[in-house]
Each structure stands twice: as C-alpha cells, then as structure tokens.
C-alpha cells in the first residue's frame, strides 16, 4: 500500500468509493462533491498500485485547527488497516496542530475505531460541539 496526495480529481472513481459505502448525499449532487475535493486543504489516498482503496479530506487552516472531512475506504478493504493509515498520515503530517477534528456516525464501530486512533469523544474532555443540519 501506498499513500500519496489525491492531486488530479477523478469524477468516476470518487464517485464510486463514496457509493460503495452509501454516501449518497454526496454523490446525489456530483458537483458539489467535487468543489468540495477542491476546497480541500489536503486530500491523501491510499493506492495498491494504480488502484485506489481509501481516501481522507481535510479541512482547516493546517495551523491551529485541522478537520478530517471525509474518511472512506472501500468495503472489500475496510479492517485491513488502510483507514487508519489514512488518518496516521494526517496526524503525522499535522503534529503540530492542537485541534484536530471529525464528526462521525454514532455506532460502536466507529467509536472504537477513533478511540484505537486517540481521539475523544468532545463531552470527555469538557466540550461539546455543535451542527447546523
């Protein structure tokens, strides 16, 4: 597995991948997908070859706070160790940012999943967070 930076958008992949795991708000407006991947401050994704297994978006201003957008890893090659990583290289690469941040599903996989990668749910360490929906 390789990880480098997602540079040249590709509409047909990134449509599929965030299909592939029932993102459809996303993929029903296709345009807006793809502003949003060049808004991005940094995309990463993980390669086998020329075939891609994972991406992780962020957002922020990469000095004092950094937000993981999207984190998706197809299902044939989820629990092998691409989402995490996905998520060690942001980290590595923003060590020296004090908030880094994401928003995700409410389900034991996932909790266990940023847990295991040392992240907190905002109400244990005395914040809490808020969206507009």
Known sequence: MEIREYKTYNESEILRLYTSVGWTAYTDQPEVLRKGFEGSM??????????????????????TIVFVQDILVFPEHQR??????????????YRHVRQIELATDHTPKTIAFYKSMGFYELSEIGCCGFMRG
């Open 42 to 63: 940094l995309t990463l994704a993980a390669y086998e070859g020329d075939q891609l297994l994972g991406i992780i978006r962020t957002v922020g201003d990469g000095h």
């Open 80 to 93: 092998k160790g691409f989402g995490s990583a996905l998520l060690q290289a942001v980290l590595n690469r």
